[in-house]
């Protein structure tokens, strides 16, 4: 496995901050975590305003100057939000235009007619890895959980068999996949190809999704077996549309960003010549900015227009899909305050310093401290941003492609085992009208299965490229 020379890296590396040793950093960071999981925990306090406490106790813990910490938090805020802010709205936007459009309601719509009734579980599967490209978790759950209530009721299925693969679909696209925050924060942090971890994170989804989706599903509907929930289910958006965009269009628009990365980092394989055209116009359009960019663009016409939206309806729906991002916004940029003052105060040397002698591979070192802070926030969000600036560093010497392990690594581990410090946890109890009980033998269990199976997978990835 791939190991950090420390003298590289001191060649290069700002002075720290703060002259504490190592015993003093480690103390700062354990307080610093610890104050961050206090507020969210116990104190209910919005997971922005924990980081921005815990950033500064973590300064003062470590004997950093107040003024100097607080230099670190805004620049790390500040160069966060400037590096995925964008993105992050472009994604609400899409995510927007595919649900109000009912572009979702037809991709639903069309799987689920050509699915038998052994094949419904792997059809969920296909919609909510789909679905889930653009949308954030939260967002995705409330859209499928009606299509998930009408399959298992209407078709008789037990809610778990169909449930279970829908949220794994979804939950593995959050952790692993970009253009989501998650993803692309750890990328920004340990300077990823963005390309690399979208085709390696595909290749890790697939098989994880198939263990945690339907397999477990088969093991969760014995476990727990609940009927469907009689209750209000929110409706469709597309019962109130006269015609909404087609099949082609929808699926089209909604992977055109992912293809524009990929192409990218196909082209960026086969021609390695920064002064050639073809691949300057292919780094263009294969940004993450560029191509979901594009992506909105296209969607306006191709989901919008065949919805009969106005010109005012797009205005509308694009303004509507911005206001409830203020909060994930500030969530992630507050995680690249803290980890940027986790760099600032010399932590990330630290790590580097201890781990030279440690036999723990780096990849397995960053899925197990991404597992720690998801266990003690509940955040997955959270573990990936924190995670990726104490690892960091560790990311120096790597290849490309390992580099980008490292990302996913980081990602799988903040999926382990949601509870009850995880709003996805509640979503789910409520939604499917399970106990607590039952929500940790089926919810809580699929998150560990994704969690575990991607990080196995990365490791042997690891070994062979």
């Keep these: 496995m791939t190991r950090l020379s420390v003298e590289m890296l001191a060649a290069d590396a700002p002075a720290p901050i703060t002259s504490a040793g190592h015993a003093q950093l480690g103390i700062a960071v354990l307080v610093g975590i610890a104050v961050i999981v206090l ?35 805004t620049t790390g805020l500040g160069t966060t939000v400037a590096g995925v802010g964008v993105l992050i709205a472009l994604g609400a936007i899409l995510g927007k235009l595919l649900a109000d459009s009912g572009g979702a309601d037809q991709v639903v719509d069309t799987i689920l007619a050509r699915a038998g009734g052994r094949a419904m579980p792997w059809a969920m599967v296909l919609i909510a890895s789909v679905i889930g490209l653009p949308l954030f978790f939260e967002v995705g759950i409330v859209l499928l959980i009606p299509v998930v209530l009408m399959v298992a009721k209407r078709g008789n299925h037990s809610l778990m068999r169909i449930g279970i693969p829908a949220l794994a679909g979804l939950s593995v696209m959050h952790g692993l996949v970009p253009p989501h925050p998650g993803p692309l924060v ?21 098989p994880t999704v198939i263990i945690a989706g339907p397999v477990f599903s088969r093991v969760a509907a014995r476990w727990v077996d609940v009927p469907v929930p009689d209750r209000m289910v929110p409706p469709r958006a ?5 015609r909404r965009p087609g099949f082609g269009p929808t699926l089209a628009t909604v992977l055109l960003p992912v293809v524009l990365m990929l192409l990218k980092a196909l082209v960026d ?32 016409f191709t989901l919008g227009r065949p919805a009969g939206f106005t010109k005012e309806r797009i205005s509308q729906t694009v303004d509507k899909s ?19 003052t986790l760099i600032d105060c010399g932590v990330g040397q630290m790590i580097l310093d201890m781990s030279k002698d440690w036999s723990v591979p780096a990849l397995l070192l960053a899925w197990l401290i991404a597992v720690a802070i998801r266990l003690a926030t509940g955040s997955a969000t959270v573990a990936t941003v924190s995670a990726a600036g104490l690892v960091a560093p560790l990311a120096a010497d790597m290849s490309t492609t390992h580099t980008a392990l490292l990302v996913l690594a980081i990602g799988a581990g903040s999926l382990f085992f949601s509870h009850v410090n995880d709003a996805g946890f509640w979503l789910v109890k409520e939604y499917f009208g399970l106990g607590v009980g039952q929500t940790v033998k089926t ?3 699929m998150e560990t299965i994704i969690s575990v199976v991607a990080g196995g997978l990365i490791l042997l990835l690891s070994l062979v490229i």
Excluded: C, Y
Aim: charged share 10%; proline share 3%; net charge negative.
């Design 39 to 73: 507020l969210i925990t116990q104190f209910k306090l919005h997971a922005f305003l924990a980081l921005t406490i815990g950033s500064l106790a973590l300064g003062a813990v470590a004997g950093a100057p107040l003024d100097k910490a607080i230099t670190s938090f």
């Design 186 to 206: 750890a990328i920004e942090a340990v300077k990823a190809n963005l390309g690399v971890t979208l085709a390696l994170g595909i290749l890790v989804a697939v």
């Design 238 to 242: 597309s019962e109130e549309l006269e």
């Design 269 to 300: 394989l086969v021609v390695d010549d920064p002064a050639n055209t073809t691949q300057r116009v292919f780094d263009v359009v294969g940004s993450p900015l560029i191509a979901l960019l594009a992506a909105v663009v296209v969607g306006m």
């Design 322 to 340: 911005l206001m409830p991002i203020a909060g994930i916004l500030l969530i992630v940029g507050a995680g690249g305050g803290f980890k940027q």
């Design 443 to 445: 919810w809580s269990v």
